[in-house]
């Protein structure tokens, strides 16, 4: 950032210019993600809406977003801020910087992220254009390489397996569109190792990321227009005064927090599946208004993929700072300026180098937002965990989602059934677009109301129910999940009953070598025929395949995937008996969502 601004900012903001502010940033950061939706073609970008768009200073600081997924946007600074180090002042206008690593600011292989820098007109006292703001995007691409389609494969031991990754190249320089370095990124490189296959759609790959690029010069358009309309000095101004205004309410939550707990120490411990530790201290400093989050205490790092790289940590304690406020700011960098993490190396919270990742970011991501929650003591756990289903046949016929859960209840509020929840955000395709574009058969997708879910998230507020999802494949097809809370239930709180677990469920119809040949010796009677004895063709399997499979699904297997629920808040009231809550309301009001509705809403407003 330019040497003569400084922070925190001396003079007083406006307020009515300050919330104007805040909401023409947010605004800036939502016309870019309306022309990524718009422009983009795969499933993943245009439907499920799995991209994040946002502002970010010249020194790399998020500025403002809109409300896309908050498992992006924390580690997207660290993401700017690594190019800025490793580029200095080789940034020129006209270039767009392509990355995705861990080590490098990623959240996993899939979240490519394209960084434009923006630079000022140039003016008599300034002839030499400056880096006044930066806009990024990140879009999650169905596939990038690796040993599986969809490149989040559940057997991944090393982050090579997982597809392509790219520290830093320069996608787009001086305006020019590097074709053949993209290929080379994308296909060449990771088919060079064992078992992995390059991109496997690359003309989809590409498009997408053509349209982020697309969006970052949206951005850039629309902050010189605001420039243009109250000058560089006022619009960076009032930056940093909304990133003050950020730093000050989180001082004080962080004041109110350690007042209302009676204490200025507060911990948590949860566990992921496998029984890995997440642990959490954290110690508020009244008088400041800081906090020091220690996840001191956190398991080492593991062989399989559920490593988190630090910039996810990062991303999931901003969130729950942002989540816990109740003011309406945008998401920035403020809200950690009273924070400091610590983070043990060689942890699964900071894996090395070549650790696999790609189940951090979507099951360890939540479990941290759990802990932190819980530590503060905000709301029960939520289903903690993204159900990350993804099925290919290799080539170009593969699609990835991600499936609904319950939400946690909390002080006066219920949980909120069939959502998504905290980190991921996002919107499961549509069952008929799901069903026109792949060979699958959608049997059911709705509110859990098993056994399970019934008897789960008790309390006087309900945690919300889980969903069930059912689906039948028409061809053969390989079919991989990633997903938690199959062994450890979501936490309730204040005597609040735990949330139902996930269960995943594998219906194998018989296989041709599974038949009775004609031929074959009698096995059973039949009580009712009167003909005695009778051959038994062998009946459909019924297989649990726990949290994390890869299965080859024949041609009319199914997969009926039971998410978890959310946990209740406080013991149930006597008398009362179990309140019927299915997380909506107390009258379920079903309006039309998804981007069907979207369509006849726009249409309408002509």
């Avoid at 930056?239 to 204490?263: C, F, P, W």
């Avoid at 289903?383 to 290799?394: E, I, S």
């Avoid at 929840?421 to 058969?441: C, F």
């Avoid at 990633?482 to 062994?487: C, N, T, V």
Wanted: hydrophobic share 35%; glycine share 12%.
């Amino acid at each position: 950032m330019a040497s003569h601004f400084k922070y925190p900012p001396s003079s007083k903001p406006d307020p009515i210019l300050l919330t104007l502010f805040a909401n023409r940033f947010m605004s800036v950061a939502e016309a870019m993600g309306s022309s990524l939706q718009k422009t983009a073609i795969s499933t993943n970008i245009k439907e499920r809406l799995d991209f994040s768009c946002a502002v970010f200073a010249p020194d790399g600081d998020l500025v403002a977003n809109a409300p896309f997924i908050p498992i992006h946007l924390g580690s997207m600074s660290f993401a700017v801020k690594y190019q800025m180090r490793l580029l200095g002042d080789d940034l020129k206008e006209g270039d767009v910087l392509m990355t995705n690593s861990p080590r490098a600011g990623g959240s996993h292989l899939p979240d490519i992220t394209l960084i434009t820098p923006v630079f000022s007109k140039p003016t008599k006292d300034k002839p030499k254009p400056e880096i006044i703001f930066f806009t990024a995007s990140r879009g999650h691409h169905a596939d990038i390489g690796g040993i599986l389609p969809g490149s989040m494969p559940p057997t991944s031991v090393t982050i090579f397996e997982e597809g392509a990754e790219i520290v830093s190249f320069k996608i787009v320089s001086n305006g020019i569109f590097d074709r053949d370095g993209m290929l080379e990124y994308l296909v060449e490189r990771p088919a060079k190792y064992e078992g992995c296959s390059g991109c496997r759609n690359i003309r989809d790959v590409e498009s997408d990321l053509k349209a982020q690029i697309a969006a970052n010069h949206k951005g850039i358009g629309l902050l010189h227009t605001l420039i243009s309309e109250y000058s560089l000095e006022t619009v960076q101004q009032y930056m940093l005064h909304i990133r003050y205004n950020a730093e000050q309410s989180v001082r004080t939550l962080l004041r109110d927090v350690a007042k209302r707990r009676g204490s200025n120490v507060l911990s948590a411990r949860d566990y992921l599946d496998d029984g890995s530790p997440i642990q959490i201290s954290v110690v508020i400093d009244e008088e400041k208004g800081s906090a020091v989050i220690d996840f001191a205490g956190t398991g080492p790092e593991l062989r399989g993929n559920l490593n988190a790289p630090i910039s996810v940590v990062h991303s999931a304690v901003i969130y729950c700072m942002r989540s816990m406020l109740d003011v309406d700011i945008p998401l920035n960098a403020g809200c950690l300026v009273p924070i400091e993490i610590k983070i043990p190396d060689e942890s699964l919270l900071h894996p090395s180098d070549t650790a696999a990742v790609c189940a951090g970011n979507v099951l360890t991501s939540q479990r941290i937002v759990d802990v932190v929650l819980k530590a503060f003591h905000a709301c029960a756990a939520s289903q903690g965990c993204c159900n990350n289903l993804t099925f290919g046949q290799g080539g170009k016929d593969r699609d990835g989602s991600t499936i609904a859960g319950g939400s946690g209840a909390g002080p006066n509020f219920h949980g909120v059934s069939g959502v998504h929840t905290h980190i991921t955000n996002t919107r499961i395709g549509d069952v008929e677009i799901l069903e026109r574009r792949y060979p699958v058969l959608i049997h059911s997708f709705g509110i859990r109301e098993d056994d399970d879910a019934k008897e789960s998230g008790n309390g006087k507020w309900k945690g919300g129910k889980g969903v069930v999802r059912d689906i039948e494949f028409l061809e053969d097809i390989r079919v991989s999940i990633l997903s938690e809370r199959r062994a450890h239930a979501p936490y309730g709180l204040e005597g609040g009953g735990s949330g139902a677990r996930g269960v995943n469920i594998w219906v194998k119809q018989p296989r041709p070598s599974d038949l009775v040949p004609p031929s074959a010796p009698v096995s059973s009677k039949s009580p009712d025929s009167g003909e005695g004895e009778v051959k038994q063709q062998p009946q459909p399997r019924i297989v649990n395949i726990g949290g994390k499979a890869t299965v080859l699904m024949g041609k009319g297997d199914r997969l009926i995937v039971h998410t978890p629920g959310g946990g209740g808040w406080g013991a149930p009231e006597e008398g009362k008996g179990d309140q019927a809550h299915h997380g909506h309301g107390a009258e379920i009001g079903w309006a039309t969502r998804g981007s069907w509705a979207e369509r006849i809403s726009a249409q309408a407003s002509f």
